[in-house]
T-cell receptor, first 108, second 117 residues
Framework: GEDVEQSLFLSVREGDSSVINCTYTDSSSTYLYWYKQEPGAGLQLLTYIFSNMDMKQDQRLTVLLNKKDKHLSLRIADTQTGDSAIYFCGNTGNQFYFGTGTSLTVIP | KAGVTQTPRYLIKTRGQQVTLSCSPISGHRSVSWYQQTPGQGLQFLFEYFSETQRNKGNFPGRFSGRQFSNSRSEMNVSTLELGDSALYLC????????????????FGAGSRLTVL
């Protein structure tokens, strides 16, 4: 089956940029997703990228996709304390696959 | 429009008991998928239902089962509970099955947190 990997923790200072990385194995994925989970809540879609794109920008969020290396990243510019959450990357084959999630801590 | 509703939000059971969790999807969404979330394990896919039929199943024992009703509402059941079943169970709904063409966005409920003592 598909394997989606992320580092478990990331800590940044408020105002800095955060970069969350993800690698996957299923090259047939047509869309790749980033979801955010705040404490006590379910996951919320942040953004997604079509597999024939290299980059997608949405306000403070930039998604980079390296299809050759099967690497996806999410950059959050000017990280705020409200960005502290768990971030999941995901894709779809015959089911939805998610990584283990990266817990982002923003230090004031 | 109303989001995905999961009930109950919290429950405590003892080993050997069984539990049923409920999920009401967004109106018009035909697919409901279930996930188990535990620390360090991320989201583990349990199963996906579409038009009242289980379409995909993750790598969980037969103690985990589910169903979907004609109004797309779904339930999952865990029998003979074990300590390791303690987790947050999330359901998500989407318009189409996983793997359908086009971006298929999942909308998650807040989850049901199960504690097994």
């Amino acid at each position: 089956g598909e394997d989606v990997e992320q580092s478990l923790f990331l800590s940044v200072r408020e105002g800095d940029s955060s970069v969350i990385n993800c690698t996957y194995t299923d090259s047939s994925s047509t869309y790749l997703y980033w979801y955010k989970q705040e404490p006590g809540a379910g996951l919320q879609l942040l953004t997604y990228i079509f597999s024939n794109m290299d980059m997608k920008q949405d306000q403070r969020l930039t998604v980079l996709l390296n299809k050759k290396d099967k690497h996806l990243s999410l950059r959050i510019a000017d990280t705020q304390t409200g960005d502290s959450a768990i971030y999941f990357c995901g894709n779809t084959g015959n089911q939805f696959y998610f990584g283990t999630g990266t817990s982002l801590t923003v230090i004031p | 429009k109303a989001g995905v509703t999961q009930t109950p939000r919290y429950l405590i059971k003892t080993r050997g008991q069984q539990v049923t969790l409920s999920c009401s999807p967004i109106s018009g969404h035909r697919s409901v998928s279930w996930y188990q979330q535990t620390p360090g394990q991320g989201l583990q896919f349990l199963f996906e239902y579409f038009s009242e039929t289980q379409r995909n199943k993750g790598n969980f024992p037969g103690r985990f089962s589910g169903r979907q009703f004609s109004n797309s509402r779904s339930e999952m059941n865990v029998s003979t509970l074990e300590l390791g079943d303690s987790a947050l169970y999330l359901c998500a709904s989407s318009l189409e099955l996983a793997g359908a063409s086009g971006a298929n966005v999942l909308t998650f409920g807040a989850g049901s947190r199960l504690t097994v003592l």
